[in-house]
């Protein structure tokens, strides 16, 4: 109340002074006094128009940033109490494919990535941020044999903090490793071209998974490299079609005991992707 | 009813002049530049690492042909009518030799060194993002993760303010100017001693800044989201299976096999903060908790898990919190020895 009464005076006293100085101009000095307080920003330095602007092509901007992560972290859904019938020997059926009408689409999310899509794209805003999620996991390796013509067989694998060094160095390889699961099967073929391009020789690869220890088996001795723990997932050769990759997640939990199944998580959400 | 709609205009008159006061105050650049040296340095170092594998990285052959991910993988449309999404754009993209690619990554080390030290800021800073955008769009997917995208978003913001007011070449540039300029001659706008050491407060560095902020909110807001639909991140075992992963681990924590409550604290926490980052951080009282939670989480990572970068990165984003009174406080006295220095005189 005090700050809102004290500047009453003040704009007296300074309409008064502009009187008893510009005597001639009572009506200037009057509007003065009557003018009500103009809102807060008539300072500022950018002019209304060019603040209301910025501020849509501001709103623009955060929209696509918003939205990149938000269209990436929701799916479809089934209605509630949706069952997916049965065979004729009374089995339950798979749920339906991703083309069948029962699936409920995010539709206003859709809509709104479709909205900012090429500007995300343009900018490089058109991803999530998953750091560990939805679970940790274990890695993926990729263990390679080049043979050259020579015989001599060059053997390696990658990530391998031995050979890349530094650690950045070293987590792109690792990326590589754990970014074939989603581009599909064709890009552990141009992995073995490449090695055998490198090394010159014929590359054969196989794709592993490095599982995780619970902190029970850790208690009881196991290493965290024990050689229980790498499973291959598939086989590349570089001039021969390859073994068909598994999907990440489902493929490990196959492989495993039930009760293993449960204890290691599983699935290619690496650290700070 | 006149009441009502009096009430409704006050509130439209507040929301107004809450959202100019937000955006488009003028602040002292003083915490746009720190980030820009710092974000700069990331940048610099980041890009130069690929000089170790330039060809099998970003090549037009390396490890993932420029055509496999240009006809395979960064394309849209039905199966069987799939074409390359043009919006997904990238300098690799066209380079055909190796002789060209080196001479563009030098060129980029070039500009990201330029953009560390200041000097050309504002060219170089949209210069750097464009290249920083280039080397993320090659690698994506492929070899890229979070630090590549929060290189690219510092450097997109970066570009928006005038990063090189403070603790920059061009600064002891325009102050070396200023003292060679004649008395009354056609010299610096601002002639007087205090002038000179004090850039003018600019509407744009806010921008930037609350740019730089607003989309660190979304980050966390959707890495605790996700990790709230994690099973183990419900658990509370998550931060377990982080630091049991042998090809992460820079610094053997297995021991917290013994402390079951502690990764549970330690998980939740984690959760927790990350979803309530963004409505914490805005509040001047919560505020120091969640950055100094930033600080230990990310330094916790970086050291523990061998994300040394990534977890830099976050904490340079994270300081963009930081008022300019404080990165004054901190970096000036640091940024007058080198003043002094090189122009013989001492400058923040």
Known sequence: MSARAKPQPAAQSSAARSSSVRTSSSRTSSSQVAKPARPAGHELPWRP???????????????????????????????????????P?????????????????????????????????????????????????????????????????????FPDLKEQWPRLFYHRHMMLAEQTAGMGENSGIHYAEHLARVHGGRAHL?????????????????????????????????????????PVGAETQEQLPPAAAATYPSGASGGGR | ?????????????????????????????????????????????????WSLDLSAFLGPHGWLP????????????????????????????????????????????????????????????????????????RVSPGAFFGLDKVNVMLAMYLMLGPCGARYSLDRLVRLRRSQQAPLGGKGPIESTPKKQTSPAASTSA??????????????????????????????????????????????????????????????????????????????????PLVLWMAMFVHTGIALAMGLMTFGLAMIIANLSFLSPATVRRWVDPLAARFSLLLVGKQVG
Not at chain 1, 217 to 222: N, R
Not at chain 2, 31 to 46: D, H, N, Q, V
Not at chain 2, 269 to 282: D, G, I, K, P, R
């Open chain 2, 66 to 137: 420029v055509e496999y991910l240009r006809s395979e993988v960064q394309v849209q449309g039905a199966q069987g009518m799939q074409v390359p999404i043009w919006s997904v754009w990238s300098i690799f993209f066209w380079i055909q030799s190796t002789w060209l690619l080196w001479c563009v990554h030098l060129f980029a080390l070039t500009i990201f060194f330029c953009l560390m030290i200041g000097l050309f800021s504002r060219t170089t800073a949209v210069l750097g993002y464009l290249l920083a955008v280039s080397y993320a769009q």
């Open chain 1, 89 to 157: 020997s009374g089995r339950q059926l798979p749920p339906p494919g991703p083309e069948d009408p029962s699936w409920q689409q995010p539709r206003l999310i859709r809509a709104l990535a479709d909205f900012c899509w090429n500007y995300q794209n343009l900018a490089y805003l058109n991803h999530g941020y998953e750091f560990f999620a939805p679970d940790p996991s274990g890695t993926h390796l990729i263990r390679f044999w080049v043979t050259r013509p020579d015989g001599k067989v060059i053997a390696g694998h």
């Open chain 1, 206 to 246: 196989e794709w592993v998974v490095h599982l995780l220890l619970s902190p029970e088996q850790v208690l009881s001795g196991k290493k965290l490299d024990d050689p229980d723990t790498y499973q291959v997932l598939a086989t590349v050769d570089a001039d021969a079609p390859p073994t068909p990759l598994p």
């Open chain 2, 206 to 287: 806010n921008i930037a800044i609350r740019l730089i902020q607003i989309h660190l909110c979304v980050i966390y807001l959707f890495a605790g989201m996700a990790k709230l639909e994690g099973a183990n991140w419900q658990a509370g075992t998550a931060v377990w299976w982080a630091v049991a992963n042998l090809e992460y681990q820079s610094l053997n924590m297995t021991w917290l096999a013994r402390w079951p409550m502690l990764v549970a604290l330690a998980t939740h926490l984690t959760v927790f903060w990350e979803a309530s980052y963004c409505f914490l951080v805005w509040n001047r009282y919560t505020r």
């Open chain 1, 49 to 87: 128009a060019v603040r209301g602007l910025v501020s849509l092509l501001l709103a623009y901007h955060l929209l696509a940033v918003f939205v990149a992560p938000w269209n990436l972290s929701t799916r479809a859904a089934l209605p509630p109490g949706y069952t997916p019938g049965t065979d």
């Open chain 2, 1 to 49: 009813m006149i009441g009502v709609l009096a009430s409704g205009r006050d509130y439209c008159q507040e929301v107004y002049r809450a959202w100019n006061g937000f955006w488009f105050t003028p602040k002292d650049p003083a915490t746009l530049s720190l980030l820009r040296l710092l974000a700069g340095a990331m940048l610099f170092y980041t890009h130069l690492v």
